[in-house]
């Protein structure tokens, strides 16, 4: 009797898809929002760091050092497409460069959040110039997730996106 109890009950939650049966039976582990600290002022001050330089390397196209800002397997999200580290190096890297150097870009930053090993930061920013033969106005949102690692701090995500910018 108590295994068909069970078994219907495992039908009733599969077949209505009842998350709030399930946790009404077994409720889910909930931390306390203090539980994860934050991240001392000098990780803050290295994850800032870490960005400001990728921001430089773009900016002058001097791509000494980059490998140690970017972790193994780097993800960047842009456009509906998401690219590992050898793919972002070995091609979209000279692309980021060039549009840096051509069209006069101003990052904002937005928020900055820092638990334990993991930080995120996200800026937004606004584009003005030409870049292959194309006027530009845009503004744009970035996120950037970085991780601790034994060698510091390393940069695990981008998601970039930009929008034409609409006239007031």
């Given amino acids: 009797m108590t295994s068909r109890r069970n078994l219907v009950l495992v039908v009733f939650v599969l077949v209505l898809g009842a998350p709030r049966v399930l946790w009404a039976i077994v ?100 584009a003005r110039g030409n870049f292959n033969g194309r006027a530009i106005d845009s503004v744009g949102a970035e996120l950037m997730v970085l991780s601790r690692t034994r060698n510091g701090w390393k940069v695990r995500v981008i998601h970039w996106s930009s929008a034409r910018r609409q006239p007031h």
């Fill in 27 to 126: 409720p889910p582990q909930r931390q306390p929002a203090a539980s994860a600290p934050s991240c001392r002022a000098t990780d803050s001050a290295a994850v800032v760091r870490v960005v400001d330089r990728f921001h430089e390397i773009l900016l002058t196209g001097d791509t000494i050092g980059l490998s140690e800002l970017l972790a193994p397997d780097l993800r960047i999200l842009e456009g509906g497409t998401v690219e590992n580290r050898q793919k972002y190096l070995s091609h979209h890297l000279s692309e980021d460069i060039e549009f840096a150097k051509a069209v006069n870009q101003r990052r904002a930053s937005i928020s900055y959040t820092c638990e334990e090993n993991v930080a995120w930061l996200v800026s937004t920013s606004t």
